[in-house]
């Protein structure tokens, strides 16, 4: 969806993302999103027949694909790709991220999470296959660097779930401290 034309469908689900990064999300109203994505005014509901938990569930999948997109993008910018290379690209989109814009959006699969899994929310199913494609995302490239495929499904559970744990942290804690240090001390352990 980035740099193309998007339709008022797709401008939802993008505004969706951005603001559950924000806002988790309980904290993101149908009507921010459609305020936020320039929609026209009735249109929530045409297209979001499902209301605010479809909006939700698309949103995660939509960060999913991004997640998993920008993984399969490191091998063709690598000289000499390695799994520590991998992870190290996958942080750097975040430290970018906070460089330019502060701490204060993280990951929209987390933030989801946070606020709804264990409610009994019907998006849970789309979280669990939003993370399941970020990984198997990066399973594959582990694959393609050689890793074996247990070895490599394995890591790429580690390196997601240490990523989203270094995120919140560095927002927490209003630096980037915690994705350098798990880039760094990860590194060793991933490269074996």
Not at 131 to 158: C, F, Q, S
Request: hydrophobic residues 45%; positive net charge.
């Amino acid at each position: 969806m980035a740099g193309e034309e998007r339709t008022p469908r797709e401008r939802m689900v993008y505004s969706a993302v951005q603001l559950v990064r924000a806002h988790g999300a309980t904290g993101t109203g149908v009507r921010d999103v459609v305020e936020h994505a320039q929609a026209p005014r009735g249109s929530f509901q045409h297209y979001f027949p499902g209301g605010k938990d479809q909006l939700v569930g698309e949103a995660v999948l939509w960060a999913a694909d991004f997640a998993a997109d920008r993984a399969r993008a490191y091998r063709a910018t690598a000289r000499k790709p390695t799994p520590a290379g991998l992870f190290a690209h996958m942080a750097r989109q975040w430290k970018q991220e906070f460089t330019r814009r502060g701490f204060l959006r993280g990951c929209p699969l987390m933030a989801a999470a946070a606020d709804l899994v264990g409610a009994g929310s019907p998006v849970s199913g789309q979280l669990r296959d939003a993370i399941e494609r970020w990984e198997a995302a990066v399973a594959g490239e582990l694959v393609a660097m050689d890793v074996p495929a247990r070895r490599a499904k394995r890591l790429a559970t580690l390196m997601v779930s240490t990523l989203e744990g270094a995120i919140m942290s560095a927002r927490l804690r209003g630096d980037l401290g915690p994705l350098t240090t798990v880039v760094a001390e990860l590194a060793p352990l991933l490269d074996r």
